[in-house]
């Protein structure tokens, strides 16, 4: 299909707030087009279009109001790569910092944009986001779930030779956000997890039950040995969030979560260690197992990128 036809096409408006929005076909779907593409251009400049350029033409509006690396360059350079362009705010430099309403602001970006990819820190700003924009609005990262992430980290796991139903993921330390997707991801995508977390920390139970609702084995365990035993996946992310203060009680609780070069012992001997950065090696993972051959935490950067684009065709109409 070329830009030209995929614009004559009726308006398609597909949300991404969760991954429940696509299901189980439509991320299969996004992970088989991401390797397609990812493979097709290989050894091109990062910044060539896709032979294809499936977003010709159209325009993506990324809010930042949270810091941001790999999702801000992710989602610029896909949309490059699919022949389409990005523009930046964040609350400093917009009208969003002078107190204008999500929903005006949903309503003038869906006049001027075609997509809005929005980072922020309370879940129920994407929602309202969703609510009012009339055209498709991915959610870069909430409180609540990261959804794009484990979109790449599912494809990074495949890429390994690691097929997804009856795959055994463990995670280690706060049942924060990307926690929650992974769930999420287990019970459309038919893998397990096993939750390592101290008292007081664990995942949302609507996740949980969302996931063995779903047909996913999910344990929870206050021993990291235990969840780590023949896992496939290890997978961790910072104990203090971005905006969060760096507590010396929080960090206690979540010394024994560590991933160190003894819990990875306990898993199987072809496990793959993941983190979504930035990470604090030193505290939630030990320098020798970040560094090590089973850690693919760069894969799974750069990942970000193919995921986005399967993410960003999907959300447009023009796959799954």
């Known amino acids: 299909m070329s830009g030209d036809e995929a614009l004559d096409l009726a308006p398609v408006v597909r949300n991404l707030i969760d991954l429940s929005d696509a ?20 050894g091109w400049p990062k910044g060539k279009p896709d032979a294809d350029a499936p977003l010709a033409g159209r325009v993506l509006a990324m809010i930042f109001e949270k810091s941001s690396t790999r999702t801000r360059v992710s989602f610029d350079i896909a949309m490059r790569q699919l022949g389409g362009s990005a523009i930046i705010l ?7 910092g002078r107190g204008e309403s999500i929903a005006d602001t949903a309503r003038v970006l869906s006049r001027m944009a075609d997509a809005i990819m929005v980072r922020t820190d309370d879940h129920a700003k994407i ?14 990262l909430t409180d609540r779930s990261h ?3 484990i979109v790449a980290d599912l494809l990074t796991v495949i890429e390994h030779g690691k097929p997804l139903p009856g795959l055994e993921v463990a995670w280690f330390g706060d049942g924060n956000n990307v926690l929650h997707s992974i769930l999420e991801a287990a019970g459309l995508m038919k893998f397990n997890v096993r939750v390592a977390t ?31 035993s023949g896992a496939d996946v290890i997978v961790t992310d910072t104990w203090v969030s971005m905006g969060q203060d760096h507590t010396h009680n929080k960090l206690a609780a979540m010394a024994p979560y560590q991933v160190n070069s003894a819990l990875m012992a306990n898993a199987k001997l072809d496990a793959i260690f993941l983190h979504c950065l930035p990470a604090h090696v030193g505290e939630e993972v030990t320098e020798d197992v970040f560094e090590s051959a089973q850690s ?7 990942n970000r990128i193919h995921a986005q684009k399967s993410v ?9």
């Open 23 to 42: 299901g189980g076909d439509a991320i299969a779907a996004m992970i088989n087009d991401a390797i397609n593409r990812k493979a097709a251009r290989a």
């Open 90 to 96: 964040d609350s400093g430099t917009s009208q969003l």
């Open 127 to 140: 929602e309202e986001m969703g609510q009012y924009a009339h055209v498709p609005v991915i959610n870069g």
């Open 147 to 149: 959804p794009c992430q």
């Open 198 to 228: 101290p008292e007081g920390y664990d995942p949302e139970g609507e996740f949980v039950e969302m996931a063995r609702a779903g047909g996913a084995q999910v344990t929870m365990t206050r021993d990291a040995k235990e969840a780590a």
């Open 296 to 302: 693919v935490v760069f894969d799974e950067a750069e």
């Open 312 to 320: 960003l065709l999907w959300s447009f109409g023009l796959l799954g």
